[in-house]
């Protein structure tokens, strides 16, 4: 049988349930994300008691829509199966054509909304295994530890859904449930993972990337345009503010005291991500910081670019170990980018003994060697906006 019109997606959430009074609120986020992000797909999505079920989308990228439904925070779990006319004969059907290549253990799990159909759900359960284990001999029934597991759901819509795999998603809550922040997206491997980690608690989320062009090459933006788009499965929408700092940094070699190059960078960047931050109408700042990790992460590092932010600044790594934040990387596929060998500018003029425990009341000193108000200005003129 060619059962491929009746395909469907079954898509589950789990914590949105949980929200009350807001659970409108959510499922709306919920629903406007996955359909964005398949944008360019046909189909059809419905929601029938709790879930949600995806229809008459092209078979042939079946893999590519799931894999995208996958990654939209909110969905818990997904199944592919198939949607039949409730009749007994027609669940069979799909049922030996789910069943039929396999063996081992398995069980029918069987659940009927539509209490007029005539089987309750122990005897679909018993009906549809029996003839399973007519035709497959290569199976045997345990209800306890079963190694497959059939699951025909009888609705009240007059059809069944029959599928036979669970596949867990990224979970976590929709995109857009959380207000917007800002992220300081470098092109290394810390970023890009508290961009995820941060987003999957209902976050949108705004890139800030800086380089220091001609010091930093066109592969390195290159590179941050390609994490962003991997990103991008996850955040639904992602926009990329990029601003040179190369005068910037120019002007703290020339004048300030070398050792203090990184922190005095990076409190320009906090300086430049609070007036973004002002601008866009965003709630926090964002870093890949993971405490101790280097010169610039120390605690003291930390107080001294902390002190500038006028947001809250989330650093969801700092607890990470460093082969932490790289399992997540591979995870979401961001990690064989992240490593490609182009420069961050914040290898650009790198002191020989960077201060660890940054003095504020040096810092303040060395900031009064510059015009930090004209240099703003000018690193905001070279802003340039890229909608991934
Ligand atoms: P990452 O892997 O994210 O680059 P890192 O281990 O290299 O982090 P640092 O270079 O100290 O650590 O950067 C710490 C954080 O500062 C980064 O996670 C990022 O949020 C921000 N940051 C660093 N460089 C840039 C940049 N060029 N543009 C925007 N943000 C940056
Ligand atoms: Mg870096």
New binding site residues.
């Given amino acids: 049988m060619e059962s491929n019109k009746d395909k469907i997606i079954i898509i589950r959430y789990s914590e949105i349930h949980l929200k009350g009074n807001n659970r409108g609120f959510f499922e709306n986020a919920l629903v406007t994300n996955i359909k964005r992000a398949l944008e360019g797909f046909t189909f059809s999505l419905q929601k029938t008691s709790g879930r949600y079920l995806l229809s008459k989308y092209d078979h042939n990228r079946e893999d590519e829509i799931a894999e995208r439904v996958r990654c939209v925070f909110g969905v818990y779990s997904y199944s592919i199966g198939y949607a039949v006319k409730t009749d007994i004969d027609a669940i069979d059907e799909i049922a030996n054509l789910l069943m039929e290549d396999i063996s081992g253990t398995f069980r029918v799990n069987a659940n009927r909304a539509d209490k007029k159909f005539g089987l309750n759900s122990m005897q679909i359960a018993a009906e549809i295994g029996g003839r399973i284990l007519s035709r497959n001999a290569k199976l045997s029934v345990n209800l306890h530890n079963p190694e497959h597991i059939l699951y025909v759901d009888v609705r009240e819509t007059g059809n069944t859904l029959v599928y036979s795999n669970v596949i867990r998603a990224v979970n976590g809550m929709p995109v857009g449930t959380s207000g917007k922040g800002v992220l300081?997206?470098?092109?290394?491997?810390?970023?890009p993972v508290?961009c995820y980690l941060i987003a999957k608690r209902g976050m949108s989320i705004r890139a800030?990337?800086?380089?220091s062009y001609p010091y930093t090459s066109q592969n390195a933006r290159l590179k941050v345009l390609e994490l962003a788009k991997i990103l991008k499965r996850y955040t639904i929408n992602l926009t990329v503010d990029i601003i040179s700092v190369t005068e910037i940094q120019t002007e703290i070699h020339e004048k300030c005291n070398e050792d203090y190059m990184i922190t005095l960078l990076r409190r320009f960047?906090m300086k430049i991500a609070n007036i973004i931050a002002d601008k866009e109408d965003c709630k926090a700042i964002i870093?890949?910081?993971s405490l101790g990790?280097?010169a610039?992460?120390t605690i003291e590092s930390i107080t001294c670019t902390n002190e500038i932010a006028q947001v809250p600044v989330l650093r969801p790594l700092i607890a990470y170990d460093k082969d932490e934040i790289i399992e997540v990387a591979k995870r979401i596929k961001t990690f064989d980018t992240s490593i490609l060998p182009y420069e961050?500018?914040?290898t650009v003029f790198l002191p020989k003994s960077p201060a660890t425990k940054p003095k504020l009341w040096v810092v303040e000193r060395e900031e009064q060697k510059l015009d930090c108000k004209g240099l703003i200005e000018r690193a905001l003129a070279t802003l340039e906006t890229v909608t991934i």
Avoid: K, N, P, R
């Fill in positions: 300081l997206l470098s092109g290394g491997i810390d970023s508290a800030l990337h800086f380089h960047m870093t890949g910081e990790q280097v610039s992460q961050d500018c914040c």
